[in-house]
Nanobody, 118 residues
């Protein structure tokens, strides 16, 4: 079982920055991957960025060059630094963790609202 607690959302003007944090209830090295997803009103949840246990990162094309995923293993925390925010970045952002052994399971945080005003 993994509990994920997110923080850092809020209201920001276009062009601004926010940093989201996600703290896991156990060592992030015991998780195969962690990531951030987002869901805007009326849309499906979509991948924003992921980081594997080995440190490999993956980004959605829409955020490449603007957002950066990172981690601090000493705090069991993954971050999403979001720069040059656009109104289309407005969504609820969810932290995700994946465990593949003994069976594949996905864990989700409660979500944090990010609103970018134009």
């Amino acid at each position: 079982q993994v509990q994920l607690v997110e923080s850092g959302g809020g209201l920001v003007q276009a062009g601004g920055s926010l940093r989201l944090s996600c703290t896991a209830s156990r060592s992030i090295f015991s998780l195969n991957a962690m990531g951030w997803y987002r869901q805007a009103p009326g849309k499906q949840r979509e991948l924003v960025a992921t980081i594997s246990s080995g440190g490999s990162t993956n980004y959605a094309d829409s955020v490449k060059g603007r957002h950066t995923i990172s981690r601090d293993s000493s705090k069991n925390t993954v971050y999403l630094q979001m720069n040059s925010l656009k109104p289309e970045d407005t969504a609820v952002y969810y932290c995700n963790a994946v465990v593949v052994f003994p069976v594949r399971r996905n864990y989700w945080g409660q979500g944090t609202q990010v609103t970018v005003s134009s």
